[in-house]
């Protein structure tokens, strides 16, 4: 478990440099090909420096704003905050504040930068649907992902895959509709530097999202794994969360709320279209039938 | 001169390692201690809400007084106990007798729909799952505390500063583990 605590702070560090030098080096080629020289150079190291510690600090908010959570109060929810009280009292974590989404989908997550900067969210569907056990296995799971540090990682792997793909969307943009003149201009002298410089930032402005887009779900599968069985070793009662998973995995409605870069923080995947072999690859989470075997095996 | 300097460094370290696992244990009992307190503070909060819960089901139900004696009774028995063992017996009994004043409550559907005692309910329900958590995070800091007293080198420093192993919290009866039950058709 402590182990997992420093890997995952590790994780989180060197996630944040990857993203560091890909945006770094993302700017530098926007830069290159607007034709700002030095100064495109300066405004990247300033955007890149201010992208990380914006998502270290501010990535939690940026995700419940993303998802249209909504903070609520004791009086509004007591049994949403008994749960959450009683099982941070299990984890000897202090309580995360309890935020709701109102949509009829069950689902939930939780996002911080540590215990102590934690929220749990989940929707008004999920108090509906579930019973008192279930729903004590699904804040476990939370509660979990918040222990290990998990939501860290993850919730800083939102922000910062947002971060690139606006980029190179940037980057593709300047080329199609401005790149023509400037390679008009430049080929006057050295043109074949110039064509190495826009081929490679083209290169990256295509792949940057593509590898991002792996790493983040590389972060997030077995993670899954790891967070119901200590879940389950928080309520001492398997079945709880088990049962859960079935009652998620049988509901089809998918949450209007989450979107492909948010989609890797719920307990299932809200957006329910994954079928066939391409979408396992591309899957943010296992398949929830391996994870009921697993929790009944407990 | 490079053997004084190493017989220095030495100690250096060794001091260092000692402060540390000393240090260490010393965490971990404030942890379990702090455990324990969280397990009173759950507690306290249960006899609270007790007397809320009577008087609201005395509201529609007078003339059960049987039931609300011995919901007293045992609150008063529970927060007197001295030893944890006896705490122990008079926790069970207030579960016991909780039990019997929500089966009074089934044959009054005005009770069963009010807004006050469905709040109640709720809070009741809530402090018992948090008081289970409690104790079990007391046990799990136990465990921890207590293996590290156990483990070498840490059980050499234990035994010099003379720290004691911590006791388990431990229930008899499996059935009082499980928070009072309602249910409602």
Same mark, same amino acid.
């Given at each position: ?38 100064? #495109? ?90 019973? !008192? ?28 895959? #947002? ?15 401005? #790149? #023509? ?54 309520? !001492? ?48 989470? @296992? @398949?929830?039938?391996? !994870? ?7 | ?17 000692? &402060? ?20 009173? &503070? ?9 007397? %809320? ?19 007293? +009774? ?5 927060? %007197? ?11 069970? *009994? ?28 709720? +809070?009741?329900?809530?402090? +018992? ?17 207590? *293996?590290?007293?156990? &483990? ?6 234990? %035994? *010099? ?18 928070? &009072? ?5």
């Amino acid at each position: 478990m402590y182990e997992q605590i420093t890997r995952n702070k590790w994780k989180s560090f060197f996630l944040i440099l990857f993203f560091l030098c890909l945006i770094f080096a993302l700017t530098w080629a926007f830069g290159e090909l607007t034709g700002w020289g030095p100064q #495109g150079f300066v405004i990247a190291v300033v955007i890149a420096v201010a992208m990380t510690f914006g998502s270290y600090y501010a990535s939690d908010k940026i995700v419940l704003a993303i998802s249209r959570a909504k903070p609520v109060k004791k009086e509004d929810y007591p049994y949403l905050y008994n749960v959450v009280e009683g099982l941070a009292i299990a984890a000897g974590l202090p309580k995360p504040r309890c935020y709701v989404i109102d949509d009829t989908a069950p689902n939930a997550f939780a996002s911080g930068r540590n215990p102590k900067n934690s929220v749990i969210v989940v929707t008004t569907g999920l108090l509906q649907k579930l019973n !008192r056990a279930e729903l004590e296995g699904v804040i476990a799971h939370e509660m979990s992902h918040i222990k290990n540090y998990d939501v860290l990682v993850q919730t800083l792997a939102v922000v910062m895959v #947002g971060v690139v793909a606006l980029l190179s969307d940037w980057i593709l943009r300047t080329f199609f509709w401005g #790149g #023509g003149r400037r390679r008009s201009k430049s080929s006057k002298g050295g043109g074949n530097a110039a064509a190495i410089f826009i081929v490679v930032a083209l290169v990256l402005a295509i792949l940057s999202p593509i590898v991002a887009q792996l790493l983040r779900l590389a972060i997030s599968r077995k993670r899954e794994f790891l967070a119901d069985a200590n879940g389950a070793l928080l309520t !001492r009662y398997p079945p709880g969360l088990a049962s859960a998973l079935k009652k998620l995995a049988a509901d089809r409605e998918p949450l209007e709320a989450a979107n492909k870069a948010t989609a890797h923080l719920y307990i299932v995947n809200p957006l329910k279209d994954i079928k066939g072999r391409v979408n396992k690859l591309f899957s943010t989470h @296992p @398949p929830i039938e391996e !994870r009921i075997s697993a929790l009944e095996k407990m | 001169m490079a053997g004084i300097w190493i017989v220095l460094i030495l100690i250096a370290v060794f001091i260092f390692i000692v &402060v540390g696992i000393y240090n260490s244990l010393i965490t971990l009992r404030n942890r379990a201690d702090n455990a324990w307190a969280q397990v009173d &503070v759950q507690l306290r909060r249960r006899y609270d809400l007790i007397p %809320n819960l009577v008087e609201t089901v005395k509201g529609y139900a007078k003339h059960e007084r049987e039931v609300f004696e011995k919901v007293t +009774e045992a609150r008063s028995k529970a927060i %007197n106990a001295g030893t944890v063992k006896e705490q122990g017996e008079a926790e069970n *009994m207030l579960s016991g007798a909780l039990k019997s004043l929500f089966a009074v409550v089934e044959s009054y559907p005005d009770l069963k729909a009010n807004q006050n005692f469905l709040m109640l309910q709720e +809070e009741l329900a809530g402090t +018992e799952g948090k008081i289970a958590y409690a104790r079990q995070f007391y046990n799990d800091s136990v465990m921890k505390f207590n *293996m590290k007293q156990q &483990v070498f080198p840490s059980n050499i420093i234990a %035994n *010099m500063f003379n720290f004691k192993e911590k006791e388990y919290f431990e229930i008899e009866e499996p059935a009082a583990r499980e928070p &009072v039950k309602v249910e409602f058709g």
